[in-house]
Structure formats: structure tokens, C-alpha cells
């Protein structure tokens, strides 16, 4: 098994998600529990994927997968052409700091660092010497280069949640992975927020899942996908969103 995954950047793939009859299974006090149940699913590169479904039917199982967070037992995940089954969990986590970004609910942000400081991190970790002029950049992008020293307890929701996506393109991912990311804010600003996600993916053209409760956000998508009881239950071009 490689410890660390492949050089990615000289090829380009077509497929940016595949999911190959992906099964998980979690031993529970009354017996296994199966999360997902052989989902199969190939997402484009450059597309917006919106996955809808109701609670626990596998939505966000399907993104930690999908992030390499979360092992599954049974089927094949490649993501821009990294089959996941040659990398040990140091290799899962270069590969996902190097190419992937995920957007939770919660803004996860550290506390007890400035939003310059929360953007920068991913890109320290990485060795970049220009961390802090590249997270100063994101977070003008974002429009909060005035709050760059301040901390999250001195930010708004919404301010958390541009934090979170300043410091999730950073990196310029191949992957933006969304998990309900208007969940904690008002209407209003997750309006502000899923505009900015929307522009920065068109931008960048980072693949991006969605996964969301909310049938309008998800219209906004290229395509969208829906998980039932752990398997794709139904999924289509959105052509509201391609017209």
C-alpha cells in the first residue's frame, strides 16, 4: 500500500467522482446497520452535483466518503483518478489536503486564531511559504479583507461561514464538498453565502457535491441526485439550471 497518493497535476480525468457499488456497514448494539447499500455514482469534472434526501438516508455518509473521511466496506471510490484502496490514512489525508475542500454546517473554525490565520492553516500544512498573502487574498475575494485579524467570536454566521469557504478554495481544490452550508445561518445570508459558493465554483471550475435539504439550492445545480434508505433513489440533468 503507497503512503502517499499520486502526482495528479500533469493529467486531467474526465470522471472527478467515481463510486463504485460502495457499500458501509457500522456494527450497532442490535445488530449492523448498512449507511449505504451499493451506491454508484460518476460525477463529470467542472460539474455542480446536488444530492437531496431525507435524514439518514445517507447524504452525508456519502460525502465523508467521498472525502476519504469516513472507510468503507465494500465497492471502489476513485476521486480525480486516486483510487482511495492504495492509500493508507497518511496518504488519504496529503491527498485530501492537496485536493480536496469540504464546507460543514458547522463553520469549524479554530477559535483561538484570526480568519487569516484559519485560511492560512491548510496552506502552512502544505509547506507553502506564501500561506498568509494567498489566505489574504481568499479573504478579499470573499469581501472580508477588513476582518482578516479578527477572531470567529468576533464574526457573524455568515462572516464564519466565508471564513470556512475562503479557507476551503485556498488551496484551489479539485473537489468542493458542501454539507448543508446554510444550515446554521438565516435566510437571508445563506442566500449571500450559496451566491459566493456558486461564484467561486464557476471561477475556479471545481467539482462541486452539494448536499443539501433545500430543493431551490439544489435547482442551482447542474445535475441533482437522490439518496433513499442508503442507494441513489432517482437522479437527472437539471435542465432549469442548464437553460
Known amino acids: 500500500m503507497n503512503n502517499t497518493p499520486h502526482n495528479l497535476d500533469a493529467t486531467r480525468h474526465q470522471t472527478a467522482i467515481a463510486l463504485d457499488d460502495v457499500h458501509l456497514t457500522l456494527a450497532g448494539p ?8 451499493g451506491v454508484s455514482l460518476n460525477v463529470p469534472e467542472g460539474e455542480a452535483l ?40 497518511d496518504g488519504l489525508a496529503l491527498f485530501r489536503r492537496d485536493n480536496i475542500g469540504v464546507v460543514f454546517q458547522s463553520f469549524h473554525l479554530i477559535p483561538t486564531m484570526t480568519a487569516l490565520e484559519n485560511v492560512a492553516i491548510p496552506m502552512e500544512f502544505a509547506g507553502r511559504s506564501d500561506a498568509f498573502e ?46 448543508e452550508p446554510t444550515g446554521n445561518l438565516d435566510g437571508g445570508t ?12 464557476d471561477t475556479s471550475n471545481t467539482t462541486l457535491m452539494l448536499i443539501t435539504h433545500d430543493m431551490k439550492l439544489a435547482a442551482r445545480c447542474d445535475r441533482v441526485v437522490r439518496i433513499g434508505d442508503g442507494v441513489i433513489a432517482g437522479e437527472g440533468l437539471n435542465t432549469a439550471a442548464a437553460e
Open 30 to 37: 442490535a445488530g449492523d446497520v448498512n449507511i449505504l447499500r
Open 50 to 89: 446536488g444530492v437531496v434526501g431525507p435524514s439518514g438516508s445517507g447524504k452525508t455518509t456519502m460525502l465523508m466518503v467521498t472525502a476519504g473521511l469516513e472507510s468503507i466496506t465494500g465497492g471502489r471510490v476513485t476521486v480525480a483518478g486516486q483510487d482511495y484502496s492504495s492509500l493508507n490514512e
Open 190 to 201: 445563506g442566500q449571500q453565502v450559496i451566491d459566493l459558493l456558486f461564484k467561486l465554483h
Open 134 to 179: 494567498q489566505a489574504a487574498e481568499q479573504l478579499e475575494a470573499v469581501g472580508l479583507g477588513p476582518r482578516i485579524g479578527h477572531y470567529p467570536g468576533q464574526l457573524s454566521g455568515g462572516e464564519q461561514q466565508r471564513v470556512a469557504l475562503a479557507r476551503a478554495f485556498a488551496v484551489k481544490p479539485k473537489l468542493l464538498l458542501a454539507d
